[in-house]
């Protein structure tokens, strides 16, 4: 029987780091697609833009507002898949990833600054090393606009591009890569053993493959924090939203809130600002930002960005629109109601390692490592965001990966 001919469209804006993503990942394993640009300045942009709102409401039932929205027509069938991960495209596309071979050196989880920089240090000292990832390589770099604190850039690089280098050098010496795949569990060698007694380490994915290694790092990164206040979960992607850079086309000319004192939050808030939207107000629980005196002073600077310190939302109102929010003003004890358009939120971040058993994790779940980044498992270590202490930067995560590396070459040299 013949195969039928499958036809992939893309619908998203150039500047988007989900869509540039998908994109990317098509590109990479050959599969064309057709690419419609809801910001063009023409009757076929506004029609994809009316597109993109009607799929939304359709697949979730609410007028959400995500991209990209990627269709997938087969036959007589019509599939919509509403910002896809580049494991979901795969496992729907049916595109296998290839290894060489089960056993390796080290196995590393996690493809972000962190893990790529081990690899890099592992390979180049002769070791077999397999990286798995199970979405973007560089991790939250790759959705990095612009990285300006990076050593070693001085005109600064976008984090595609940095994230497109740090694999470039990875596979000069040899590591191989598997995305997207998720590891969904390490466990010791034998059925009943424990890290301490067993030399080996197994690693399964999602897809399931098992691999198995003599030392293991988790750098599996982390995701926003969300916010859980009275009627949130009915606006989530369609007033209240965790990525600027995907989501802020939808409120040009806009009034938004940003919730958040820290670098994060006052990023995105120049982004939005000065891209997209026609006001910004900062939204602070403590009674200063957390920010950096530079990016403080940016903020400061900027004409139609307010900060509001000791503030917090109690509630969200609203169905399948932001009707209002209602705000405590915490040095006044004063309750007032605001209506903003939508509200983008940036207020920590939370490690991805739930498929971790056996190792010891703080309360709220960042690996728990000694001075030498080794968890409480024998053999299995961690760098980068999802380690307690680390403090969320390209750099450090970069740093604590290659100090990883030289931990489990010593461990390596003992095995």
Not at 5 to 24: H, L
Not at 56 to 66: T, Y
Not at 312 to 318: N, R, T, V
Request: glycine share 8%; charged share 25%; net charge neutral.
């Amino acid at each position: 029987m013949q195969k039928k001919e499958i036809i992939i469209n893309v619908y998203g804006a150039n500047w988007c780091s989900d869509c540039k993503r998908t994109k990317k990942y098509l590109g990479e394993q050959q599969i064309h697609y057709n690419w419609f640009d809801i910001e063009k300045e023409s009757p076929e942009g506004k029609k994809s833009y009316d597109f993109v709102l009607t799929a939304n409401e359709k697949v979730s039932g609410k007028p959400k507002r995500k991209i990209p929205v990627v269709v997938i027509i087969e036959g007589s069938t019509t599939e919509l898949i509403i910002e896809p991960s580049n494991l979901e495209l795969a496992e729907r596309l049916g595109i296998a990833s290839k290894v060489t071979k089960d056993f390796f050196h080290a196995i590393i989880v996690g493809a972000g600054p962190a893990g790529l920089t081990a690899a890099i240090y592992l390979a180049r000292d002769g070791y077999d090393v397999l990286v798995i990832e199970q979405s973007t390589i560089g991790g939250q770099s790759f959705i990095t606009n612009k990285l300006d604190n990076f050593p070693g850039f001085p005109e600064g690089i976008t984090g595609a591009k940095f994230a497109e280098n740090i694999k470039r050098q990875a596979k000069r010496f040899g590591v191989e890569i598997l995305v997207p795949d998720k590891v969904v569990n390490i466990s010791p060698c034998h059925l009943q053993g424990s890290f301490a007694d067993c030399t080996f380490k197994v690693v399964k994915t999602k897809s399931g493959k098992e691999f198995t290694c003599l030392v293991a790092l988790v750098a599996t990164g982390s995701q926003y924090r969300q916010l859980v206040v009275p009627g949130s979960e009915n606006l989530l992607g369609i007033s209240l939203h965790y990525c600027a850079t995907c989501d802020g086309f939808f409120y040009k000319g806009k009034n938004i809130f940003v919730i958040g004192g820290g670098n994060s939050a006052f990023e995105e808030s120049l982004f939005l600002k000065n891209k997209f939207v026609n006001h910004v107000t900062i939204l602070i629980r403590g009674n200063r930002p957390k920010a950096s005196s530079v990016l403080q002073e940016k903020v400061n600077d900027t004409k139609g960005i307010d900060t509001w310190l000791n503030c917090e939302i109690k509630e969200l109102i609203g169905e399948n629109k932001l009707e209002k929010v209602i705000l405590i003003h915490k040095d006044t004890g004063e309750e007032k109601e605001y209506h903003p358009d939508g509200i983008f939120v940036f207020i920590g971040l939370l490690p991805n390692t739930k498929f971790l058993e056996d190792i010891e994790l703080d309360s709220r779940n960042f690996v728990i490592t000694d001075n030498e980044l080794q968890s409480s498992a024998p053999g299995i270590y961690a760098a980068g965001d999802c380690r307690k202490g680390s403090v969320k930067q390209a750099v450090t995560s970069a740093g604590e990966g290659a100090t990883a590396a030289l931990m489990m070459r010593h461990y390596l040299e003992k095995s």
